[in-house]
């Protein structure tokens, strides 16, 4: 597992100004992506306070491992990089961390450096697989509370990571927008189901771990050894429809509820840039049993949390006409996770099943323990029985056509730089 | 939708002579895979008898369409042939039974035929997205049954044409070993579970749909559109680990039981191929609901089944040892299935899911309604009350280790050849 280095100290500066004290980009973070200037072709980048770094172009002025990574960055997904591990991720990271901050290297570097706004951001890999667990517990006890007030909990929560696999094609990067589904629903008072536009479309607020180094069938990952099979993390909006999920999921689980479009943020945070503030996975409840021995590594406990922060805001078609900002629906930490992202890994692959470069692991909904920490409409309208009040009388059980969601996260800790995961936005459209 | 023409005329011949009265792959077959010659790179092949062609080294000697199939071929994936669409594989079935019921051209393409037993065979494609249906209707109330004896389908099963998404990543071709998966499970005298290998590991009776057109996310397929999107037709065989299956699928479904390991048969047998063996829908029970009107349409509903008949045999180390032939255990039709391959693409994209070329959908077990066509042998032992005999005082209740298991399929008419599937089979090492 890595350790605070050079690259976590605040006081260094970049020769890229906006990066000096940017919320999300700063020197410190340099999180990786693919974008594609005005036409252009899709390639590898850095996030550089209002910049991109592109990475394969200065990887002549690179050597050894980070020259290799930058190599492989100039392809247009970043599977094969993502791939390589985590010593040549960080090799990539250290000389990129140095070129930025060495102002020698200012006059050869900026020609490679791009406007963020003016370049399309793309997936960062091709998702072979997706897999979405359920590890927020306070969101399993919330939507379990709605079926079984007296039991919200199964038996198998606290033993199992619970995960099922989602659909990798209709993943797509923020700002795409998305469809309302149709699909079937039956409602409580009509016998049979009807066929029609969802009514109770709903965002779920998780966070993305992307897989780095694979494993080959048949082999599990130990879990003292999970951490270098995970390159980084982003924002990820699973969208929901509630009604047709709640109509078909038995006996299989969910499937065209979820399967029509989740949206991912575009920069993966790298396990490197969030070495500070990794911390302890919180104590289990009095009770609670331990976990089985496959899932259990003292240093994992010590250290496999993250202290990332996430904020949730709606942009309602009535807001975009009034000029007013967003409204913050909640907000919420990653430590809801019951588990932690090596124990889901080593899960995952317990059974032999083999996790490739790039495959996006959902963590599930991520509530917090307060009625402002839900991080679903689900939740926070309690099934639609307690619409959430808006400004200017505005009201929302679910999502409505021209409905915007804006998810943000960041992480921070005294004595080190915030870094953030820019947004994962999308708009509703009306179904067809 | 094709019909019936030159190429299923069974009386035409082939100047490659093992395909004459082969059981599998006569001129009337042309079934669609990726082969390796020893030593050589994987590419697409055509199978014919006991040989197989190498498609794009005789596309010099094809024309337009076919020849731009024959081209596409030539990648070490079927993907890009298989969205080019069904006038193009149409196309490429009638020029291939030409070159190879002319006897004027053997002297130039036999030099393209490699002996089959000779060539490795890999999945015809890159599987992007992996669906598994539960469309046999027996196989549901038969598992149903021994949860809910007094009411095995749930409400939704005959209108939801239920799914759920499996693991991509895990699927490989017939042949290749399976490795007994170790997992979470909870016997029912434990008070918590345990890890270890899979006690009651199974097989599930599936075919595969190939989907070749793909549709653009937020897009629906119309059920008369359908079959354009569908390529054709493997044998799957879903393993499935049960008692991982019991402790873990709540409220997601399966998710370790099931993704360890998926075997295909290596050959796509096209639509094309079936145009002879398509029949009409079952109709169906009385009392039943029809289908809700965006899954209905009356010609799929005429011929959009498939007259496909699969058998499973089980070859144990103990047959092995004393050369005895493998036992059959159970078979099958395709037409147990309770929707059409049409309505399972409708109902997949209603929500605009976008389906993408070599993507595959499993149809779910295909158990009949007799005691000796039960497809896993979850049904055959009444999972694992009543172990099944074998020859020898053997008996099985779930699979051991060594345990191999072939399946095959074929579909016959009268005034037709009969096709193949070729094999689907692979053998359960121990766990690590």
């Known amino acids: 597992m890595s350790c605070v280095d050079f690259t976590h100290d605040p006081a260094t500066r970049s020769w890229v100004a906006s990066a000096n004290g940017h919320p999300d980009f700063p020197l410190q973070n340099l999180p990786l992506g693919i974008f594609a200037p005005r036409g252009e072709k899709p390639r ?32 247009d997904t970043l599977n094969d990089l993502l791939g390589a591990g985590p010593e040549i991720l960080r090799a990539l990271r250290h000389a990129v961390f140095r070129i930025l901050s060495d102002p020698s290297q200012e006059a050869a570097v900026r020609p490679h450096l791009y406007r963020a706004d003016a370049c399309a951001l793309h997936l960062p890999a091709k998702i072979n697989d997706y897999t ?7 969101h399993a006890e919330n939507v379990g509370r709605q079926f079984r007030p007296d039991n919200p909990l199964l038996p198998n929560y606290k033993y199992v ?16 927008d998305v469809v309302r589904p149709n699909g079937q629903m039956k409602p409580p008072h009509l016998d049979a189901p009807l066929f029609g536009p969802s009514r109770r479309l709903d965002y779920e607020l998780e966070m993305a771990i992307w897989v780095g180094r694979g494993n080959t069938l048949g082999h599990p990952v130990p879990i003292a050894d999970a951490s270098d099979h995970i390159a980084g993390i982003s924002i990820l909006n699973d969208w929901s429809a509630r009604d047709i999920q709640g109509w078909e999921y038995q006996p299989l689980g969910p499937f065209l509820a979820k399967n029509f479009h989740s949206t991912l943020s575009p920069w993966i945070v790298t396990m490197d840039a969030l070495v500070p503030y990794r911390t302890a996975q919180p104590p289990r409840p009095a009770g609670d049993p331990a976990p089985l021995p496959y899932l259990f ?68 909904t991520l509530s917090g323990p307060t009625p402002d920490s839900r991080g679903s409409l689900l939740e926070l309208s309690v099934g639609g029985k307690e619409p959430v009040a808006l400004p200017d009388n505005e009201m929302r ?21 915030r870094i953030g995961f820019g947004e994962c936005r999308a708009m509703i459209l009306p179904a067809l």
Not at 301 to 315: E, K, N, P, T, W
Not at 318 to 342: C, D, K, N, V
């Open 44 to 75: 590898g980048g850095i996030a550089i306070g209002d910049a991109i770094l592109d990475v394969s172009a200065v990887a002549d002025r690179l050597d050894g491992d980070a020259r290799q990574a930058a190599l492989l960055a100039g392809q």
């Open 161 to 176: 990571p619970i995960g099922y696999h989602g659909r990798a094609s209709s993943i797509r990067p923020s700002g795409v």
């Open 132 to 138: 979405d667990f359920y590890a927020g517990i306070h």
């Open 397 to 417: 059980s679910f999502l409505e056509d021209g409905d915007e969601l804006i998810i943000t996260a960041y992480a921070e800790r005294p004595g080190f730089a």
């Open 297 to 364: 590594d003292e240093d994992d406990q010590q250290s496999g949390a993250l202290a990332i922060r996430m904020d949730v805001h709606i942009r309602t078609p009535h807001m975009r006409e009034t000029g007013a900002a967003p409204h913050q629906l909640s907000s919420g930490s990653m430590t809801a996770m019951y588990w932690t992202i090596a124990q889901l890994i080593t899960h995952h692959a317990s059974n032999g099943c083999n996790l490739s470069p790039g495959d996006v692991l959902g963590t599930g």
